[in-house]
């Protein structure tokens, strides 16, 4: 049986979430959604996950603080952060502490979806296109993973 690739999603907009859980669905990647950082923080200290995606401004903690703790707990985690507040200075600084990749607000689910295939490409996952062209007349691309090597400690 094939793992497959476990995403926990953040962003204090509950809307989203709603969307981008099922669009992430279609590509095969488990999803838990939290509006909560506190909250997602427990779930990331008790579960490993693959990917995280997280809001860089909510109340209670930013996106930045998110990622120093989700990094320093796993390494190997991929972390992309969301923002509709995209500055050049912000991205490097989330860059320069380890994420993988930023994305602004507003996007297409299309466009979250290609830099997820693209962490799970990184973490060793690999993708097969099911369509020739990676997107269909929806803006929905259809892609298929397949378990990582063994990493130890997973």
Do not use: C, W
């Not at 669009?23 to 779930?43: C, H, M, N, R, Y």
């Not at 296109?129 to 400690?153: I, N, Y």
């Amino acid at each position: 049986m094939e793992r497959r690739i476990r995403l926990l999603l953040l962003d204090d907009e509950p809307i989203v979430g709603k969307r981008l859980v099922p669009a992430l669905s279609k590509i095969g990647v488990e999803t838990e959604s939290f509006t909560d950082p506190e909250a997602a923080l427990q779930q990331i200290a008790r579960e490993d996950f693959d990917i995280v995606v997280t809001d860089l401004r909510m109340d209670k903690m930013d996106g930045v603080e998110v990622l120093r703790r989700v990094l320093q707990k796993s390494p190997r985690t991929k972390v992309i952060i969301i923002t509709g507040y995209a500055t050049l200075e912000i991205a490097r600084q989330a860059l320069a502490i380890g994420a993988f990749d930023f994305i602004a607000k507003p996007f297409k689910p299309n466009d979250l979806r290609n830099i997820v295939a693209k962490a799970a490409r990184a973490l060793g996952y690999k993708i097969k296109d099911k369509l020739a062209d990676s997107s269909s007349a929806h803006g929905d691309s259809e892609m298929e993973f397949s378990d990582p090597p063994d990493v130890p400690g997973r």
